[in-house]
C-alpha cells in the first residue's frame, strides 16, 4: 500500500469509529436514568476512543508525508481532481462527524448533571437536612425541617 492508499484508509476507519460513537452517545441518551447501562457504554465509548487516538496520530503523521509541510488548504488545492475527490467528502464526513459527537457529547453532559441534581435533590428529600431555611433568634431553634430544595 503507498502512503496515499495509507492514509485513505486511516481516514476511513477514523469516521467509522466516529460513526460508532455517535451510535453509542445516542444510545446513553436513551439510557441516561441506568447507571450501569450508561457505564457499560462508557466503558465501550473508552475503548473506540484509545483506538481513534492511535488512528488520528497515524493520520497526522501520514498527513506530514503527503503534505510536505503544506497547510491543509493548500494541499488540497495541490491535488489533481481525482485526487479531490477522493480525499476531500472523506475529510468532510470527518469533519461533520465530529461536530456531531461534540454537540452529543454537550447534551449528554447537560443530561447526566440533571439527572445527579435529582438524584441529591431526592436524597435530601429522604435524609432530611439539618440546616434551616429561615432565620431563627440566637439560641432558639427552627419549627421544622424544609422540604424545599434550596439548590435548584
Do not use: C, H
Amino acid at each position: 500500500m503507498t502512503v496515499w492508499d495509507n492514509f485513505l484508509a486511516v481516514v476511513r476507519e477514523e469516521n467509522e469509529i466516529l460513526r460508532e460513537l455517535v451510535e453509542l452517545g445516542t444510545e446513553k441518551q436513551e439510557q441516561i436514568n441506568n447507571a450501569q447501562e450508561v457505564s457499560r457504554l462508557a466503558g465501550e465509548e473508552q475503548l473506540r476512543l484509545a483506538r481513534l487516538e492511535v488512528l488520528d496520530k497515524e493520520r497526522a503523521e501520514l498527513f506530514d508525508v503527503l503534505s510536505l509541510g503544506k497547510s491543509l488548504e493548500a494541499w488540497l488545492a495541490s491535488l489533481d481532481d481525482e485526487g479531490q475527490e477522493e480525499v476531500a467528502p472523506l475529510l468532510l464526513e470527518l469533519t461533520e462527524n465530529l461536530g456531531r459527537l461534540q454537540s452529543l457529547n454537550d447534551l449528554n453532559q447537560e443530561l447526566l448533571a440533571q439527572s445527579l441534581s435529582y438524584v441529591q435533590f431526592s436524597l435530601n428529600l429522604l435524609m432530611g437536612d439539618d440546616t434551616s431555611p429561615t432565620y431563627t433568634r440566637p439560641g432558639g431553634s427552627a419549627a421544622g425541617k424544609s422540604i424545599f430544595d434550596r439548590k435548584v
